[in-house]
């Protein structure tokens, strides 16, 4: 104990006893508990009452010397260890965090891309126009909010409906952060009922969540272009916290009506997406003419390096198309009994639903059109 005292009163006896061979006997009789900790005690003890402290034999390789400065400090630190260690004290570069997708994402080609068109499912049951009057409302609201008005055919150049690159962004972010909440809870739920209900779920899960999965990484992406402020981050709260609770409920009770309402929300999205394209085709977004495609686009699309922004605003609407596809074929199904035909890989001579756009259908699939 008496020894431990000096330790802390001394710098220089500290180090003295610290090669010692007498100190070294008592120090490794003691439990490594007790004796490690108050021995890192005296060295940065050491180090702070005189600035530097010195070291010999291993513990000269092991800890550097460490100067009062700051600046001298960390120029050290960079100058020290191994070579993990300098890593690790250096900047990160950027691609250091980017993981693998949960999902890959299939492969579009222009051609595909290029042939998605704007459609409207008309509304044939009182739960298909319930949807229809749900999306109605949330579109008026998110137009709103976002400043948005659409014009009509020949009004697009016209100053009250012109959109800047900044809230064309504001736009999108706002409708990925809302557009990744439907399929996260859809999921839920079924995962949720298959625990309770002991059986598989016949495939929906999955499809579910990868696309609450590739509608945050369009968000992610658009991030990288946009950094909304205070005011926008309280609406994107608010929002979520309403409509995931809203879609939860309803869920619940009738999830035929929420893919429905999915698949019109995704009709518009789409809407919005062609109506940007053809604000760039017309030159009306020259500030995005230099505007850098994020890498984590890049490498989720798997898109070459000189792709543009208009190459990531077609990326992004055969998304959305995919998932009109998709939901408007969920909400044609029997919600208990029939299986997902987007996890199917049936051959039988006809053309059938894929996770691609080889054979995609903006409407969706009637029940009868699937294989299985």
């Known amino acids: 104990m008496s020894s431990l005292i000096v330790l802390r009163q001394s710098s220089t006896r500290a180090a003295a006893l610290c090669t010692s061979p007498s100190f070294m006997c008592i120090a490794t009789s003691l439990p490594r508990a007790t ?43 960079k100058s020290s260890g191994t070579e993990k260690e300098k890593t690790s004290l250096m900047k990160p570069d950027k691609h250091d965090y980017f993981t693998e997708a949960t999902w890959p994402h299939p492969i579009y080609t222009v051609e595909q891309m290029n042939a998605i068109d704007v459609a409207h499912r008309e509304s044939r049951t009182f739960s298909d126009k319930v949807a229809l009057f749900a999306i ?28 800047t690159g900044d809230k064309w962004l504001i736009r999108f ?40 999965y590739n509608e945050r990484m369009h968000l992610l992406t658009f991030l990288k272009l946009h950094k909304p402020g205070w005011f926008m981050r309280l609406m994107l709260l608010g929002g979520q916290g309403v409509f995931f609770n809203l879609f939860f409920i309803c869920y619940l009770i009738s999830p035929r009506t929420c893919h429905r309402f ?98 995609i259908k903006s409407t969706g699939w009637e029940r009868d059109e699937i294989a299985a």
């Open 136 to 163: 109605r409302v949330l579109r008026k609201s998110f137009d709103i909010a976002t400043g948005y008005r659409h014009p009509k055919p020949g009004q697009e150049g016209m100053t009250e409906f012109r959109m």
């Open 262 to 359: 999915v698949g019109y929300l995704e009709e518009e999205a789409i809407v919005t997406y062609t109506r940007c394209l053809e604000d760039i085709n017309a030159g009306r977004l020259p500030e995005w003419q230099k505007l850098e495609v994020p890498d984590i686009a890049k490498q989720y699309w798997k898109m070459p390096d000189n792709c543009t922004v208009e190459d990531l605003i077609l990326y992004v609407r055969a998304d959305e198309a995919k998932h009109r596809e998709v939901n408007h074929t969920l909400g044609n199904l029997d919600q208990k009994i029939d299986r997902n035909p987007f996890a199917l890989k049936i051959d039988n001579g006809k053309p059938q639903p894929t996770k691609g756009l080889e054979n």
């Open 35 to 77: 004796f490690v900790p108050r021995c890192h005690f005296s060295v940065f003890s050491s180090v702070r009452n005189s600035g530097s402290a010195t070291f010999t034999g291993n513990d000269a390789a092991q800890i550097p010397t460490i100067p009062q400065d700051e600046k001298l400090r960390n120029e050290t630190l």
């Open 173 to 212: 972010v706002f409708l990925e952060s809302i557009a990744g909440v439907p399929g996260m809870v859809g999921g839920m739920v079924r995962h949720l009922h298959s625990l309770r209900a002991l059986r598989r779920d016949r495939a929906w899960i999955e499809t579910l969540l990868e696309e609450a």
